[in-house]
């Protein structure tokens, strides 16, 4: 006789793992069960699946099975559809009872009167409604979340906000000898994630907003799991159900914000620190996808714009690439040229963003001074109103407050730092200065101190959108470019020089070589440049060498003065004699002759008369023979 009671008190819905009823099973299938025993032989197994598995090994095995009802041989059809009804009633009841409990659970919730744990920044009153928590000092750490969220742009960013002002952030615990209180501690990008995810801080009741999800596991056995559903999905939806830290809208808009900033999905991503001002805003033109970025070059320094939506034998080939500064450069122009009407309205919000990011972390650095100083007056009465004949209770009083002047002395140096770490606070003066910014906008846009990730917010703050429309061997590049109110223009502009051909020249100096060739020679536009101080992009002076290079890549021809004379290879044919002899007669005088530079061909004037003199000293010479030419 073996009594098995391993999985009392475990559902045996089929959704757990029950060792008692695994051990039955092997047993029975060993053949070393004869009868199986049970008060009520139904409820073995509330899933009809594990009772007639095991219904069908004890037919198998010749074991029958007894409870209060009466004795079943297995064997027998008409006992083994008894059992079957049985267990399939047993399945039913457990159905029938979950839906009871679930209907009035949904009942109540319709009518936002179902209670659950809240958030941390809530608790119910005395009414059993939601209210925010009467501690100020927990308003103002969840504040300073949204705060924080709407200033940087991310949750990372709420974490580092946390972090650089050392400012604490509570839980609440629930169950066992802590239920109900507070907990201060760090702030993690986990947690803050989910207070921004959360309605209940907008204000709303929800019900509904997760999933049990289940998967059948190696074994065999469910394995459950939650699942965030989309707002369409939710049962209950009630708005303005209660006082929220943020309003429907601002919460609607921080969720979208949220999933842009998501890099596992094809959208534009959170502002970055990289050099590519359009990162996540660059779509192409041929597939419509969304191009991402690739920094080449040595360490990485040159960024392109790359799309890989085309497969090519069954690997993803690259649809269009095309370097990221020109594109850069020409929507950074057009973004300046439109922001004059707005340039006062965003010097302004800069301006309280400086100011309202600093009060924030004050306000709660001062919250917990005082939370901390009232602690030890506590302390303190509590210590001086103890009878002196009670030591027992004194010492443990005097050692509590001790522990929190302790505490308080912490936190005062912890401001004392935190103080001295803050930025520059401007005055009235400085704040006529900031709104000057709107009329220097430009400036500061292209100033060194400007990061990259303050372009890129200030550019989506305008910009939904840019479409790039490039082919491999062509130069030029059409953009369309779609603002944040859907307007859309198309623009042009040519790809950058090649890394090798930028070092040496730019754009700008091969157009004003282009314009110089056409009155000046390569050394005269070689002493114009380094008379204006003007250098390669390497920093070194322009020579020769590298202004011939500069007209050799782009066809610039080079300067020549409108010829009146002949050169020395037509001076030659007319005279039937060599060049050399020309070139005799140029050195010795005997001819003359002028050119513009070294390199360019002479200019040799010959009248009549000096034609006629140059015969006869052919003439007269003797070594000099007529040179038979080729024609």
């Given at each position: 006789?073996?009594?098995?009671?391993?999985?009392?008190?475990?559902?045996?819905?089929?959704?757990?793992?029950?060792?008692?009823?695994?051990?039955?099973?092997?047993?029975?299938?060993?053949?070393?069960?004869?009868?199986?025993?049970?008060?009520?032989?139904?409820?073995?197994?509330?899933?009809?699946?594990?009772?007639?598995?095991?219904?069908?090994?004890?037919?198998?095995?010749?074991?029958?099975?007894?409870?209060?009802?009466?004795?079943?041989?297995?064997?027998?059809?008409?006992?083994?559809?008894?059992?079957?009804?049985?267990?399939?009633?047993?399945?039913?009841?457990?159905?029938?009872?979950?839906?009871?409990?679930?209907?009035?659970?949904?009942?109540?919730?319709?009518?936002?009167?179902?209670?659950?744990?809240?958030?941390?920044?809530?608790?119910?009153?005395?009414?059993?409604?939601?209210?925010?928590?009467?501690?100020?000092?927990?308003?103002?750490?969840?504040?300073?979340?949204?705060?924080?969220?709407?200033?940087?742009?991310?949750?990372?960013?709420?974490?580092?906000?946390?972090?650089?002002?050392?400012?604490?952030?509570?839980?609440?615990?629930?169950?066992?000898?802590?239920?109900?209180?507070?907990?201060?501690?760090?702030?993690?990008?986990?947690?803050?994630?989910?207070?921004?995810?959360?309605?209940?801080?907008?204000?709303?009741?929800?019900?509904?907003?997760?999933?049990?999800?289940?998967?059948?596991?190696?074994?065999?056995?469910?394995?459950?799991?939650?699942?965030?559903?989309?707002?369409?999905?939710?049962?209950?939806?009630?708005?303005?159900?209660?006082?929220?830290?943020?309003?429907?809208?601002?919460?609607?808009?921080?969720?979208?914000?949220?999933?842009?900033?998501?890099?596992?999905?094809?959208?534009?991503?959170?502002?970055?620190?990289?050099?590519?001002?359009?990162?996540?805003?660059?779509?192409?033109?041929?597939?419509?996808?969304?191009?991402?970025?690739?920094?080449?070059?040595?360490?990485?320094?040159?960024?392109?714009?790359?799309?890989?939506?085309?497969?090519?034998?069954?690997?993803?080939?690259?649809?269009?690439?095309?370097?990221?500064?020109?594109?850069?450069?020409?929507?950074?122009?057009?973004?300046?040229?439109?922001?004059?009407?707005?340039?006062?309205?965003?010097?302004?919000?800069?301006?309280?963003?400086?100011?309202?990011?600093?009060?924030?972390?004050?306000?709660?650095?001062?919250?917990?001074?005082?939370?901390?100083?009232?602690?030890?007056?506590?302390?303190?009465?509590?210590?001086?109103?103890?009878?002196?004949?009670?030591?027992?209770?004194?010492?443990?009083?005097?050692?509590?407050?001790?522990?929190?002047?302790?505490?308080?002395?912490?936190?005062?140096?912890?401001?004392?730092?935190?103080?001295?770490?803050?930025?520059?606070?401007?005055?009235?003066?400085?704040?006529?200065?900031?709104?000057?910014?709107?009329?220097?906008?430009?400036?500061?846009?292209?100033?060194?101190?400007?990061?990259?990730?303050?372009?890129?917010?200030?550019?989506?703050?305008?910009?939904?959108?840019?479409?790039?429309?490039?082919?491999?061997?062509?130069?030029?590049?059409?953009?369309?470019?779609?603002?944040?109110?859907?307007c859309c223009e198309e623009m042009h502009t040519r790809k950058a020089l090649p890394r090798g051909t930028a070092r040496k020249h730019t754009a700008e100096q091969t157009e004003q070589v282009r314009k110089l060739a056409l009155t000046m020679t390569d050394k005269q536009i070689v002493i114009y440049f380094n008379e204006l101080g003007v250098l390669t992009p390497e920093g070194r002076i322009f020579t020769v060498p590298s202004i011939k290079w500069i007209r050799y890549l782009n066809k610039i021809p080079a300067f020549s003065l409108p010829r009146q004379g002949f050169t020395v290879k037509e001076v030659a044919q007319r005279l039937e004699v060599s060049?050399?002899?020309?070139?005799?007669?140029?050195?010795?005088?005997?001819?003359?002759?002028?050119?513009?530079?070294?390199?360019?061909?002479?200019?040799?004037?010959?009248?009549?008369?000096?034609?006629?003199?140059?015969?006869?000293?052919?003439?007269?010479?003797?070594?000099?023979?007529?040179?038979?030419?080729?024609?």
């Amino acid at each position: 006789m073996q009594v098995i009671d391993e999985d009392l008190g475990i559902s045996g819905s089929g959704r757990s793992l029950r060792q008692g009823f695994q051990s039955l099973v092997a047993q029975v299938s060993l053949g070393q069960v004869g009868a199986i025993f049970g008060l009520e032989i139904s409820r073995l197994a509330r899933s009809s699946a594990d009772l007639l598995r095991l219904l069908e090994l004890c037919a198998l095995f010749n074991t029958i099975v007894v409870d209060e009802d009466g004795i079943y041989d297995l064997s027998d059809f008409n006992d083994r559809l008894i059992l079957g009804f049985k267990g399939t009633m047993s399945e039913a009841e457990l159905h029938f009872l979950r839906a009871r409990m679930l209907g009035g659970k949904k009942n109540k919730a319709r009518k936002g009167e179902l209670r659950f744990p809240l958030p941390v920044g809530f608790c119910h009153n005395t009414d059993g409604q939601t209210v925010m928590d009467p501690d100020e000092e927990v308003q103002t750490a969840v504040r300073n979340v949204f705060r924080a969220f709407e200033t940087s742009g991310s949750a990372y960013g709420v974490v580092q906000f946390f972090t650089q002002n050392s400012l604490r952030f509570p839980k609440r615990a629930y169950g066992g000898a802590w239920a109900g209180k507070l907990i201060w501690g760090t702030l993690t990008h986990g947690r803050a994630l989910g207070i921004l995810y959360n309605p209940v801080y907008a204000g709303a009741y929800v019900y509904g907003r997760y999933r049990d999800q289940k998967r059948v596991n190696e074994q065999g056995y469910f394995v459950h799991h939650i699942v965030r559903l989309p707002q369409e999905q939710w049962e209950v939806l009630i708005r303005d159900h209660h006082p929220g830290y943020i309003t429907w809208e601002v919460y609607e808009q921080n969720i979208q914000l949220l999933l842009g900033n998501r890099t596992n999905l094809e959208r534009s991503g959170p502002a970055r620190e990289g050099a590519a001002l359009l990162q996540g805003l660059v779509l192409c033109g041929k597939c419509g996808r969304r191009m991402s970025v690739r920094y080449t070059g040595n360490g990485g320094i040159s960024p392109v714009y790359e799309c890989k939506g085309r497969w090519e034998h069954g690997r993803r080939a690259t649809c269009t690439t095309v370097p990221a500064p020109s594109i850069d450069r020409a929507i950074g122009d057009r973004l300046l040229a439109i922001m004059q009407p707005t340039q006062l309205e965003l010097a302004l919000q800069v301006m309280d963003k400086l100011v309202n990011k600093e009060d924030d972390a004050d306000k709660g650095w001062k919250l917990l001074l005082e939370r901390t100083k009232y602690e030890v007056d506590r302390a303190e009465r509590q210590y001086q109103q103890v009878e002196p004949e009670n030591r027992l209770v004194a010492r443990s009083l005097e050692a509590k407050w001790n522990e929190k002047l302790a505490e308080m002395a912490r936190a005062e140096q912890e401001y004392a730092q935190s103080r001295s770490r803050l930025s520059w606070r401007p005055t009235e003066q400085d704040r006529e200065e900031i709104l000057n910014l709107a009329h220097t906008l430009p400036r500061v846009w292209g100033s060194a101190t400007t990061s990259y990730k303050d372009r890129k917010r200030i550019l989506r703050l305008l910009i939904e959108d840019v479409t790039v429309f490039a082919e491999a061997r062509n130069p030029d590049v059409r953009l369309g470019l779609r603002w944040r109110n859907q307007c859309c223009e198309e623009m042009h502009t040519r790809k950058a020089l090649p890394r090798g051909t930028a070092r040496k020249h730019t754009a700008e100096q091969t157009e004003q070589v282009r314009k110089l060739a056409l009155t000046m020679t390569d050394k005269q536009i070689v002493i114009y440049f380094n008379e204006l101080g003007v250098l390669t992009p390497e920093g070194r002076i322009f020579t020769v060498p590298s202004i011939k290079w500069i007209r050799y890549l782009n066809k610039i021809p080079a300067f020549s003065l409108p010829r009146q004379g002949f050169t020395v290879k037509e001076v030659a044919q007319r005279l039937e004699v060599s060049t050399h002899v020309v070139y005799y007669w140029l050195d010795h005088g005997i001819l003359q002759g002028q050119k513009i530079g070294p390199g360019f061909p002479w200019d040799i004037p010959l009248d009549e008369q000096k034609e006629i003199a140059l015969r006869q000293r052919i003439q007269d010479s003797g070594h000099l023979e007529p040179v038979k030419l080729l024609k």
